[in-house]
């Protein structure tokens, strides 16, 4: 009977040699680890199915979806080709081919990609969508416009429809018709903070200062993480004299995005008018650092290490200026200044007889302008005259928002807060985000002494994203403890290597595999705590995956939380047992049950920051606000840093 129940494990269980896979098998294990980020993985497993089957249109299609994911853009490109030749009536391969073309600046093929799409799916708005902005960016505006009709006789209510054929009239320098269409846009809806921010620049060229801001106001409530929503405000502000509301907008941009170069510069300005000379500095030394040869920044630092006293820095960017704008007087002004006060007087006085000489052939050089610090000169405007003008982008152009189901997370698309998962068995490290620890379980540790494998065991919640390398190496581990089981009858070794095998598999994205070689350890022992354990992770996964395709899978969590509570039986008192079965109840949205396994889990390990910080959400969930942040301040005190951002989002 064990002969046959082994013979049964080592010939159904996927082993090494690939006919023996079965495609479709291949195809949903690399989907799974593509719905989790494992993209590299996932693209190894679409690479044997499509070394299996070339022919078949799918693993090419998915193993384009994991390049876009990675950004490779070329690839994905490539590989929507190959799935169009083999099947050219899917849209959602045009689709995708399309975007991978936007992001190259392919827009011409990008369009033909839409047009072909459109002929099979007439009535997807999307695809509708994407093309007249490609037709926006080749500056086809005729076709824009002729296309946008359509999509409003269809779609009468469609307000982004609307907010795009004003784009195309603002770009038509017909202001009065894109006035008119973005309050037809905003009529239909509110709630759009890209239209609110198109409509305000509007208002920023006619230098209605006060309406631009509420405009913007608006679009930043909707759209609070757009940078250029918060420098557009902060120029409405400066205009109004509301320096201290433009400080606080400028501050909010660099913190959005710390390499913002007109945060940075017009804080920079700013900082020096009201006297903040240090700062102002700090600002355009990292102006400078993007830009070292910017001269506008290297004359207004120079200006400020004049004030502060660094007269030798000040002369070096004023040297530089000259060196680029050798008939810049103010430059050369402020240098003799310098060189006097260090007492350099011979290169003071050449720099005064410059100026001199230039006074009495003014007509040869021609007036120097006076300076209005009211007004506005663009980034790519090189002009030392107007070194104190806040600085705008060359182009106000209206931010693009292209159809994308493949936009953002895989998931589709997990909340920004969101619980950590289940302690599972894994090769490798606990790692936080300051530094690796071992989560220590009795069990294990016994695991690891006594089989001493080669791949150690430790518990881990945060799985990593495997690279080529690491999956090659965990994939050939697999196949060396398949090639070792088939010399040994059942025995401890035996079962040992079968669950080292399933974490093998738990790692490379195989949870079926795994959770095959799990059920045949609990067979042959049904007290293994560490197989009921990592067969309840594994399964909870597939449940993830297979409720994101729409399966119902009640049933299936019925199973993991089964399996847990037999882990408990010849495991008790392990906290990390009781942390599992808290998240089941969360993904369940069942809070209160979460919370009482959570809390269990902390009885027993009181310095367990996981538990802290997922009931924490939990509480925060039921609207236990206080008691769920102070839960996140043990988690962060513990070692948790991610708790404060969450901390900083609902604290009152």
């Known amino acids: 009977m064990c002969r046959k129940f082994l013979f049964f494990i080592l010939t159904f269980s996927p082993l090494v040699a690939l006919p023996q896979y079965n495609i479709d098998r291949l195809l949903t294990i690399g989907r799974s680890a593509l719905y989790f980020e494992d993209y590299v993985l996932s693209m190894q497993y679409f690479n044997q199915a499509i070394s299996a089957k070339p022919y078949l249109y799918e693993p090419w299609y998915y193993r384009a979806v994991a390049k876009y994911y990675l950004d490779d853009y070329v690839g994905t490109e490539s590989d929507c080709t190959e799935a169009i030749e083999r099947n050219p009536y899917v849209v959602g391969l045009y689709e995708l081919r399309g975007l991978s073309r936007i992001r190259q600046d392919k827009f011409e093929g990008a369009v033909d990609d839409y047009t072909k799409a459109l002929k099979y799916a007439p009535q997807n708005q999307g695809l509708?969508?994407?093309?007249?902005?490609?037709?926006?960016?080749?500056?086809?505006?005729?076709?824009?416009?002729?296309?946008?009709?359509?999509?409003?006789?269809?779609?009468?209510?469609?307000?982004r429809g609307y907010s795009m054929r004003a784009e195309v009239y603002l770009m038509q320098k017909d202001t009065v018709k894109a006035i008119e269409s973005f309050e037809k846009s905003i009529e239909l809806d509110q709630y759009d903070g890209s239209t609110w921010s198109a409509r305000a620049i509007i208002s920023l060229a006619r230098s209605e200062w006060k309406q631009s801001e509420e405009y913007l106001e608006k679009a930043i409530h909707l759209s609070p993480k757009h940078v250029g929503n918060y420098i557009n405000r902060a120029l409405a502000r400066v205009n109004q004299n509301n320096l201290r509301g433009a400080m606080a907008d400028y501050d909010m941009a660099v913190d959005l995005d710390p390499n913002n170069f007109l945060g940075h510069y017009n804080r920079g300005l700013l900082r020096a008018q009201v006297g903040d000379d240090n700062r102002a500095i700090i600002d355009f030394?990292?102006?400078?650092?993007?830009?070292?040869?910017?001269?506008?920044?290297?004359?207004?630092?120079?200006?400020?290490?004049?004030?502060?006293?660094?007269?030798?820095?000040a002369v070096r960017d004023y040297s530089k200026v000259i060196d680029e704008f050798p008939n810049f007087w103010t430059g050369l002004h402020h240098r003799a200044d310098c060189y006097r006060r260090m007492g350099m007087t011979k290169q003071a006085e050449n720099d005064e007889f410059r100026i001199y000489k230039a006074q009495l052939y003014k007509h040869l050089y021609g007036k120097q302008p006076r300076l209005d610090r009211e007004k506005i000169r663009k980034r790519s405007e090189i002009n030392p005259d107007k070194y104190n003008q806040l600085v705008v982008a060359d182009e106000q152009e209206v931010e693009h928002e292209y159809e994308n189901e493949y936009r953002g997370r895989v998931q589709n698309h997990k909340v920004e807060v969101a619980f950590m998962q289940m302690f599972e068995l894994s090769y490798v490290q606990y790692r936080t985000e300051v530094k690796p620890f071992i989560a220590y379980d009795k069990l294990v540790d016994s695991f690891n002494q006594q089989d001493r494998p080669t791949e150690h065991i430790y518990v881990n919640c945060n799985p990593i994203v495997l690279d080529e390398k690491q999956s090659t190496r965990y994939f050939t581990y697999i196949d060396s403890l398949s090639a070792a089981m088939l010399d040994k009858g059942v025995s401890d070794e035996f079962k040992s290597r079968l669950l080292n095998r399933a974490v093998g598999y738990?790692?490379?994205?195989?949870?079926?595999?795994?959770?095959?070689d799990l059920s045949a350890c609990i067979q042959l022992d049904s007290t293994s705590?560490?197989?009921?354990?990592?067969?309840?992770?594994?399964?909870?996964k597939v449940n993830e995956f297979n409720e994101s395709q729409g399966t119902d899978v009640t049933l299936k969590t019925s199973l993991v939380l089964s399996d847990l509570r037999e882990a408990m039986k010849y495991h008790d008192n392990c906290a990390y047992l009781y942390y599992n079965i808290g998240?089941?109840?969360?993904?369940?949205?069942?809070?209160?049950?979460?919370?009482?396994?959570f809390t269990k889990a902390i009885e027993i390990d009181s310095n367990?920051?996981?538990?802290?910080?997922?009931?924490?959400?939990?509480?925060?969930?039921?609207?236990?606000?206080n008691e769920g942040i102070s839960d996140l301040s043990k988690a962060g005190e513990l070692g948790l840093y991610t708790a404060y951002s969450v901390i900083k989002k609902y604290r009152k």
């Open 285 to 313: 030394d990292f102006v400078l650092s993007l830009e070292p040869d910017n001269v506008m920044a290297l004359f207004n630092r120079a200006l400020l290490l004049d004030r502060t006293g660094d007269l030798k820095g």
């Open 529 to 540: 705590a560490l197989a009921y354990w990592q067969r309840a992770v594994c399964q909870s």
């Open 608 to 625: 367990l920051a996981e538990a802290y910080y997922n009931r924490g959400i939990a509480q925060i969930f039921i609207e236990k606000t």
């Open 128 to 159: 509708w969508h994407n093309r007249v902005l490609c037709r926006i960016q080749q500056k086809d505006y005729d076709a824009a416009l002729a296309d946008i009709d359509t999509m409003l006789t269809r779609w009468k209510q469609y307000a």
């Open 583 to 597: 998240c089941v109840y969360a993904g369940r949205k069942d809070y209160r049950l979460a919370i009482e396994s």
């Open 506 to 516: 738990s790692m490379t994205q195989n949870f079926e595999s795994a959770i095959e």
